[in-house]
């Protein structure tokens, strides 16, 4: 089935540093890729998305890139802010489906 | 601003008191999801509406129930909370459901149950 394996955190970073969090995925079709993003008490929004393979997803500085041959949509910023910090959630969705597979978040804390 | 609202955002309920938790859209959209989060997990789609369809997940327990009245509200019901059902709450709504169509979420409701 549908899953979506995303790098463990938490994951603390000083503020400039480059960001990557790394997400893979399973899917029996040709699902689109997203990044959510959740800040604290907040819901979550949609932060990025990428529709078919090779196609880049990008939004206030932080990009993904759909690669088919490895399976991976991973988040990348070159330089992160303190308001960066939130919990980031990978997420697929496959064509025809109603729902919505997610990992299981990534914490980011961003110091000054 | 259009938006997914829920209410409340905090609610606090005695194991076995029945509990409705509350989501409306401005969205107009057809489609409204509910998703139960646990401390740590991913969300967890529990049903979804498309337009008046109600589409339950396979293991949703039968303790929980949703109702929609109009396009914009839908209501959680849980019949007799047991501890392992406090949780966060996520409310979502989409366009249209066939096809991967982006989902819109609302702030939450975060239940404890004492």
């Known amino acids: 089935g549908d899953s979506v394996t995303q790098m463990e955190g938490p994951v603390t970073l000083s503020e400039e540093a480059f960001l990557t969090i790394n997400c893979t995925y399973t899917?029996?079709?040709?699902?689109?890729l997203f990044w959510y993003v959740q800040y604290p008490g907040e819901g979550l929004q949609l932060l990025l998305k990428?529709?078919?393979?090779?196609d880049k997803g990008s939004n206030k500085g932080f990009e993904a890139t759909y690669r088919k041959e490895t399976t991976s949509f991973h988040l990348e910023k070159g330089s992160v802010q303190v308001s960066d910090s939130a919990v980031y959630f990978c997420?697929?969705?496959?064509?025809?489906?109603?729902?919505?597979?997610f990992g299981t978040g990534t914490r980011l804390t961003v110091i000054p | 601003d259009a938006m997914v609202i829920q209410n409340p955002r905090y609610q606090v309920t005695q194991f076995g008191k029945p509990v409705t938790l509350s989501c409306s859209q401005t969205l107009n959209h057809n489609v409204m999801y509910w998703y139960q989060q646990k401390s740590s997990q991913a969300p967890k789609l529990l049903f979804h509406?498309?337009?008046?369809?109600?589409?339950n997940e396979a293991d949703t327990p039968d303790n929980f129930q949703s109702r929609r009245p109009n396009t914009s509200f839908c209501f959680l019901d849980i019949r007799s909370p047991g501890l392992g059902d406090a949780a966060m709450y996520l409310c979502?709504?989409?366009?249209?459901?066939?096809?991967?169509?982006?989902?819109?979420f609302g702030p939450g409701t975060r239940l404890l149950v004492l």
């Open positions: 509406y498309y337009d008046k369809d109600f589409n």
């Open positions: 990428a529709t078919k393979a090779d």
């Open positions: 997420a697929l969705s496959d064509r025809g489906a109603n729902n919505l597979f």
């Open positions: 979502a709504t989409s366009r249209d459901s066939q096809g991967p169509e982006t989902q819109y």
């Open positions: 899917a029996t079709g040709y699902p689109s």
